[in-house]
């Protein structure tokens, strides 16, 4: 084939991959053979790591179809759609299997994706089916497509409603399950949990453990045995630590999945006839009965016949229980054709029950079972999706962990240096080849600390600890250093501002098409058999549950406000009568006035007979915001429609006569004042639409012409932490935004109401249309304040005001911000910076907005309550669900408390524990620094750091030091200092450096000082400058011969001073204001440093011989160990000096205060923005994010 045969698989979506096709190639085997030999099975590990590689040194290209290996390599769309080859690079063996005979009568053939052959009985299968297997979703070769794709469901087909009800909801026959079960699979979400075995290996075969395998071996053949002991113990136990984490959590997610993914199902066949049958059978197409007492769903299936009752807050985390009804068939309708739509689970998620959800309860009509078409089956339903999502996360692309790298690979480079330093000296000295090699290789591993990652761990352990006591639960830990970034959350409106139900404030109705005065309840008698209150009374899809009300809180809450009682029919009455008993609510008896006198049987008519009987539900739908029924009174022919939702959905749809003139001023005066109003609707039905014929009409049919009734206001009221949270992220110069599905005005109102937008501020309504009737497509700008007063643009460039002293916040909806995205990418990103109430958004338009909120350079938080937020909690930084669920799967951060108190909590730990791993990590390169420093110079003179030197340096103080370093919790309060976004910033590494420089200055000092004394002679057992009593152990000395070389003035006079390096190092580094606990007050650390302090200056100025000879430290005269002490001083004032005065005072104001302020993440849209809209806007955006130090704004600019 063609070297160009690159195919895209997943074309548009986020998985998307770029598929090449390889085959095994002889000779290139041969040559991997002779190189893994040569190398002792190095290169096997290098192929190992590197995938592409592998392919590449053993394979061929060829064209995909023919392809043995394909390799994918993921491309991340970023919204410009650049493609980026990310670093997910998998290979993968397509298999291929014949069908057998016996299967090839059956017609269902995967591979055309015309949906005739489905139907056509004569079509054969595909000869040959290839397929490979990914992430658990397997690609299938499709021949009329020339590409790999996957088999989701029945969506592939593309299938009409009117052909589910027609053509797949007869049943399959057992031969069709069969030959879908070969493309689709066994119908579970298998979470396979890996053997230890093959954990440990990938665990072990990770290339820093390989690292630290090399570098045991090497430290044993320099007899270093307790070192590297210790070192291979440290591993062991972190590979143990690891490899139980982790299988905690395969366990764990494997219960849960498990939990009711398998059971029995009652299948309709071809015939028919029902079977009982496993769950693991079903395939797509399939219909499966739902059991009246209800189930666990164990894939995503479409209703077909009645209605059921459906707790999902498996995957929303809503608790309230759903109403689904049965797919419409439009072919019964009226309409007909035109209104046929495509079938699709998001589109018509009214009518599919989701795998994992509970089906508390059905209703059917007599001798009709409640049937469902099975849609997707495995890893394609909706939880299968949740799991896989959990399974193969997305690479979260922290730049701290990429700065690790590059830090590592600058010490490997200075090692390389030391490398060569050491061989030249070796060799100037004539030292035999097997030491030269061993001591050289042993400089490499000092400069790359083995204990890195147990240490950068350990601050992000601690953090999970803390939060965990603060009730917020977290399932991805790295996340938590990224929550130290954040610096703008999102915020869903309702259930997380402001309190979950709605309060019923009042209603107004209408009379004679104008509004009646507002009445603060309808539970009156003079109301009760008014439409308005009908329409209260049965516009709702409430259900009882086991004898309780439940269903939407708004519905409950307008339910309850009319006091009317709601009856269901039982099991026994909808089997006794031949058609299905409606739903009834009737009023309570107190209501209902007293008939007038008449004989006494008319009265006891009169009294039970006022019921009306709900004969339809058109459920509420998010995308048409409204919800209709249709019910009929008893006793009369003609039914009535009764509709419910948006206002301004609702007057769409009323007679223009039936409207109040003053509507807008009203509607508009209750939602500035953060009400949420509904409008209700009512219309007699024609005679001529039968029972039969409402059950199978489209909603369009009923929801015209309606007549207007009034409005009903609900109060939502805010939750009382919610100004004080937003106060203090304000404080903190975090930008807080509301996303919501609510209505713009009241959005408005909610925030100016939480302080999100200050009094003072202007809110300028951004309201894009899209281009119509060859106009194009345009933004109308509004102040929020008084619509009515339209902006130009041009109002916005020139405005004569000054615009610093008020600040603007953009408001827009969701359809706004979808035109906004099609048709003025340029002005989005600066819409994006100053907009604070975005209204109106669906689910996946929440998700856009935090991927373009992150285009800017924000580090986005988001805060929901897990219902509709799925996508954005999961694609911002770091999102966290108020849910009582333990963990929801939803987003890495959940809480316990119900309110968004948690988020500063969370930034805050989240600034600690990046704070911490700065510090560790700025310790751990002194540390090797330090370490390496001392052992050049030891080189120099042949000499080198003792066995036990090391295991004191290396066990003693850096591990004690580095653990206990890490546990300062958070500082009190969110201060509007920005972290520095990475390691490799301008801050961080001037410190290290000058640290590196001043340990290098003190070392060369002493080390030079030693070799000037009058005292100083190369050392010699014999030649004791201590008139010590230990005459007897210096002749034994001398029999040990130190073959090492390690006993010297030079190599103790450098023990000491190094050692209290690294104590001076780890206090200097250990900073807690302004983002974490000062460390005096972590204990731990205090205690570990004071005794290390204590027991250096004692075996310093006091020598213990039994220490003495342990530490292969040489006697040396107390008049040198008094100028130790004063070295040792001055290295520590100079330390201090340079960390905390020239850097943290001078530097930072001078030349880094330009540094702190571009991490707000603004620079990006900067450029384009002055070009764009005049001056005065940059000046006014430069205003609100800085607020307004004129230095800053001097370096910006």
């Not at 739903?583 to 006035?593: A, D, E, G, H, N």
């Amino acid at each position: 084939g063609s070297m160009e045969d690159v195919k895209i698989v997943n074309k548009g979506l986020e998985d998307e991959m770029e598929l090449s096709g390889y085959r095994l190639c002889r000779w290139k085997l041969a040559l991997v053979a002779l190189g893994m030999l040569s190398t002792g099975g190095f290169l096997l590990l290098l192929l190992y790591w590197m995938p592409e590689w592998c392919v590449k040194a053993t394979c061929s290209r060829t064209a995909v179809r023919d392809a043995q290996v394909v390799l994918l390599q993921s491309t991340v769309r970023t919204r410009t759609r650049t493609q980026l080859p990310h670093q997910f690079c998998g290979r993968k063996h397509p298999r291929t299997y014949t069908p057998s005979s016996a299967q090839k009568h059956t017609h269902m053939h995967a591979h055309t994706r015309n949906p005739k052959s489905y139907t056509n009985m004569s079509t054969p299968p595909p000869p040959q089916i290839r397929y490979f297997t990914l992430h658990s979703t397997k690609y299938y070769w499709n021949d009329s497509a020339q590409n790999f794709e996957v088999l989701t469901g029945l969506e592939d087909l593309d299938v009409k409603c009117s052909s589910i009800h027609s053509e797949h909801s007869g049943g399959l026959s057992k031969d069709q399950q069969e030959y879908r079960r070969l493309f689709f699979g066994v119908n579970e979400i298998a979470v396979k949990v890996p053997s230890l075995f093959k954990l440990l290996i990938k665990e072990v075969l990770n290339p820093f453990y390989i690292f630290q395998l090399f570098s045991v071996i090497l430290w044993c053949s320099d007899e270093y045995y307790y070192y590297a002991m210790t070192i291979v113990l440290m591993s062991v136990i972190s590979i143990a630590t690891s490899l139980y984490t982790i299988k905690k959590q395969y366990v764990m997610l494997h219960d849960m999945v498990l939990a009711h993914s398998i059971v029995r199902v009652s299948v309709c066949r071809a015939d028919n006839e029902i079977e009982e049958t496993m769950s693991t059978d079903l395939v797509p197409g399939d219909v499966m009965v739902i059991p009246s007492n209800g189930t666990v769903m164990p894939c995503d299936a479409v209703l077909i016949s009645g209605t059921c009752i459906v707790n999902e807050s498996m995957l929303t985390g809503e608790s309230v229980p759903v109403t689904k009804t049965n797919l419409p068939n439009p072919l019964q309708g009226e309409k007909g054709e035109e209104c046929d739509t495509v079938y699709g689970t998001e589109e018509h998620k009214r009518h599919t029950l989701f795998c994992g959800t509970n089906v508390i309860q059905t209703r059917f009509y007599t001798g009709e079972l409640v049937k469902a078409t099975v849609v997707r089956t495995g890893f394609s339903t909706s939880k299968g999706q949740l799991v896989r999502s959990i399974l193969y996360p997305k690479p979260t692309d922290f730049k701290l962990y990429r700065d690790a790298y590059l830090f590592l690979l600058c010490l490997v480079g200075v090692a390389g240096v030391g490398f060569i330093y050491s061989i030249v000296l070796s060799i100037m000295n004539n030292v035999p080849a097997k030491t030269i090699v061993v001591k050289s290789l042993d400089i490499i591993t000092i400069t790359v600390p083995p204990a890195l990652p147990a240490a950068l761990t350990a601050g992000i352990v601690y953090a999970q600890r803390r939060l965990k006591k603060m009730g917020i639960f977290c399932i991805s830990p790295q996340r938590i250093n990224i929550c130290g970034q954040l610096n703008l959350v999102c915020f869903d409106k309702t259930g997380t501002l402001t309190e979950d139900g709605l309060d019923l404030w009042g209603v107004q109705r209408v009379e004679g098409s104008s509004f009646h005065h507002t009445e603060d309840n309808a539970f009156k008698e003079s109301l009760v058999k008014t439409h308005f209150v009908a329409c209260m009374a049965t516009c709702h899809s409430l259900t009882k549950i086991e004898g309780q009300l439940s269903g939407d809180p708004l519905d409950l809450k307008m339910f309850e406000a009319t006091g009317w009682i709601l009856e269901e029919p039982t099991e026994e009455e909808t089997s006794l009568h031949n058609r299905i008993m409606p739903t009834v609510v009737r009023p309570p008896k107190q209501l209902l006035p007293e008939p007038a006198m008449s004989p006494e049987q008319d009265m006891v008519c009169l009294s039970t007979s006022y019921e009306i009987g709900i004969v339809r539900q058109f459920p509420f739908s998010s995308a048409l915001q409204r919800m209709s029924v249709v019910v009929r009174l008893l006793g009369e022919k003609r039914m009535d429609a009764y509709l419910k939702g948006a206002p301004e959905v609702v007057a769409s749809l009323c007679k223009r006569e039936t409207m109040p003139q003053d509507f807008a001023e009203v509607l508009e005066d209750y939602t500035k004042q953060g009400f949420r109003v509904i409008a209700l609707a009512h219309r007699r039905l024609e005679s001529r639409l039968t029972w039969h014929r409402v059950q199978n009409i489209n909603r369009d049919h009923i929801e015209t012409n309606m007549e207007f009734l009034g409005l009903i206001i609900m109060q939502n009221k805010l939750k009382c932490e919610t100004p004080g949270v937003l106060d203090v992220l304000r404080q903190a110069q975090i930008r807080t935004v509301m996303v919501t599905g609510d209505n713009m005005l009241t959005a408005i109102s909610v925030a100016r109401d939480c302080g999100m937008i200050p009094p003072q501020d202007r809110v300028i309504i951004a309201d894009a249309l899209p281009p119509k009737d060859g106009q194009p497509a345009r933004i109308n700008w509004q102040y929020a304040d008084n619509p009515s007063k339209h902006m130009s643009k041009t109002d916005i460039e020139v405005s004569p005001r000054p615009l610093s002293l008020e600040r603007y916040h953009f408001a827009m909806s969701g359809k706004s911000f979808t035109v906004i995205t099609e048709h003025f990418q340029d002005l989005l990103q600066k819409l994006v910076l100053h907009g604070t109430v975005f209204a109106r958004m669906a689910p996946d338009q929440k998700t856009q907005l935090v991927e373009t909120l992150q285009s800017v350079d924000y580090f986005v938080g988001m805060c929901g309550d897990g219902a509709n937020d799925c996508g954005a909690l999961k694609r911002a930084h770091s999102g966290i669900s108020l849910s009582e669920l333990e963990a929801s799967v939803a987003s890495p951060f959940t809480s316990r408390t119900p309110n968004i108190s948690c988020v500063p909590d969370l930034i805050r730990e989240g600034r600690a524990a990046l704070v911490t791993s700065f510090c560790v990590f700025k310790f751990m390169a002194l540390y090797s620094m330090i370490q390496y420093i001392s052992v050049t110079l030891l080189y120099y003179i042949l000499s080198n750091l003792g066995d036990f030197q090391f295991l004191f340096i290396d066990i003693a103080i850096i591990l004690l030091i580095v653990f206990t370093m890490s546990l300062n919790p958070a500082w009190r309060e969110l201060v509007s200092r920005r972290l520095p976004l990475g390691l490799i910033s301008a801050p961080l590494l001037v410190s290290v450096l000058s640290q590196i420089l001043i340990c290098l200055a003190f070392q060369s000092l002493a080390f030079l000082m030693v070799r000037q004394q009058g005292w100083y002679e190369p050392w010699t057992p014999e030649a004791e400058l201590c008139n010590a009593s230990s005459h007897d152990n210096s002749t034994d000395n001398s029999t040990e011969e130190d073959e090492h070389n390690i006993q010297n003035y030079e190599n103790t006079t450098l023990f000491y001073v190094s050692s209290f390096q690294y104590l001076i190092v780890a206090i200097v580094f250990s900073k807690g204001k302004p983002f974490r606990q000062p460390s005096y007050k972590n204990w731990p650390f205090v205690l570990s440093v004071v005794s290390l302090y204590v027991f250096l200056f004692f075996i310093m100025l006091y020598p213990v011989s039994a220490i003495d000879e342990t530490l292969d430290i040489v006697c040396v005269p107390y008049s040198w160990r008094v100028t130790l002490v004063y070295i040792v001083l001055g290295n520590a004032a100079v330390s201090v000096f340079m960390e905390t005065f020239v850097l943290d005072v001078v530097l930072w104001k001078l030349v880094f205060s330009r540094d702190k302020q571009g991490s707000c993440g603004l620079q990006p849209p900067w450029n384009p923005f002055l070009s764009l809209v005049g001056l005065e806007i940059a000046v006014y955006c430069a205003v609100c994010f800085l607020f307004g130090s004129p230095l800053d704004l001097g370096f910006e600019i």
